[in-house]
């Protein structure tokens, strides 16, 4: 069965491929780029889960497929929560990764570490195109840098350092991130939903 990634992020799209190949699905993974006529979606909830799950219904009606989407990003404690939903556009452009790590590091210049605590969270949204929908969520706690470090990943994981590590998100390996990543802890919970739903 043709299952739809409703994502043009490459970053999720690496991470994804290897989470659902390791927990067995099967299914062919398509991401959203192979349908450029598809406009993007309009992220217009206000939390993880309500854009999670707008992409995913908009993909698997457009494709008539079943489609899964990841909305997530990096809540700030100090920040209340900031940027959450907003990580991708924190610095203006959508998806610039770089500037939007570099502005939050200049917003926090001033917080020391014992109060720089944060977590990354993953909405993992399944929708069918008969309308049915399921979500889940994941999160990891851990505690931001000053400066970044590490090459690997994406977005602002070089800045944060899970609990109970020495390493950045971006120091660990793909397979040490995926293993207790907000977004391996979501989409293992979504892997039975899609054996229930999807087959
Ligand atoms: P799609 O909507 O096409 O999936 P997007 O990048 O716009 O792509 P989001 O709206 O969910 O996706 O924004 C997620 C942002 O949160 C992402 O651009 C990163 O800045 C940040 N983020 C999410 N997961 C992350 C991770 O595992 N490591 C580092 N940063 C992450
Ligand atoms: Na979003």
Redesign the pocket.
């Given at each position: 069965t043709r299952l739809i990634l409703?994502?043009?992020?490459a970053?999720?799209i690496t991470?994804l491929h290897a989470i659902l190949a390791d927990a067995g699905l099967t299914h062919e993974l398509v991401g959203?780029d192979a349908y450029p006529e598809i406009p993007?979606?309009k992220?217009t909830g206000v939390t993880?889960a309500e854009?999670?799950l707008l992409?995913a219904h908009a993909l698997a009606r457009a494709t008539g497929h079943p489609a899964i989407?990841?909305?997530?990003?990096?809540c700030v404690d100090v920040l209340g929560g900031a940027?959450g939903?907003f990580?991708?556009?924190?610095s203006g452009t959508?998806?610039d990764?770089p500037a939007?790590?570099a502005l939050l590091l200049a917003q926090l210049s001033d917080i020391d570490t014992p109060h720089r605590a944060a977590h990354?969270?993953?909405a993992a949204a399944l929708a069918l195109p008969d309308g049915t929908e399921r979500v889940v969520e994941g999160r990891?706690l851990g505690t931001l840098r000053h400066t970044p470090s590490g090459t690997h990943?994406?977005?602002?994981?070089p800045i944060?350092q899970p609990e109970g590590e020495t390493r950045t998100?971006?120091e660990l390996t793909p397979a040490e991130?995926n293993a207790i990543?907000?977004?391996g802890l979501a989409f293992r919970a979504l892997v039975p939903v899609v054996r229930e739903l999807v087959g």
């Amino acid at each position: 069965t043709r299952l739809i990634l409703a994502t043009r992020n490459a970053g999720k799209i690496t991470e994804l491929h290897a989470i659902l190949a390791d927990a067995g699905l099967t299914h062919e993974l398509v991401g959203a780029d192979a349908y450029p006529e598809i406009p993007d979606v309009k992220e217009t909830g206000v939390t993880f889960a309500e854009n999670a799950l707008l992409k995913a219904h908009a993909l698997a009606r457009a494709t008539g497929h079943p489609a899964i989407a990841d909305d997530s990003g990096l809540c700030v404690d100090v920040l209340g929560g900031a940027p959450g939903i907003f990580s991708a556009r924190w610095s203006g452009t959508h998806g610039d990764d770089p500037a939007n790590l570099a502005l939050l590091l200049a917003q926090l210049s001033d917080i020391d570490t014992p109060h720089r605590a944060a977590h990354f969270a993953c909405a993992a949204a399944l929708a069918l195109p008969d309308g049915t929908e399921r979500v889940v969520e994941g999160r990891l706690l851990g505690t931001l840098r000053h400066t970044p470090s590490g090459t690997h990943g994406f977005g602002y994981d070089p800045i944060l350092q899970p609990e109970g590590e020495t390493r950045t998100c971006a120091e660990l390996t793909p397979a040490e991130k995926n293993a207790i990543s907000h977004r391996g802890l979501a989409f293992r919970a979504l892997v039975p939903v899609v054996r229930e739903l999807v087959g």
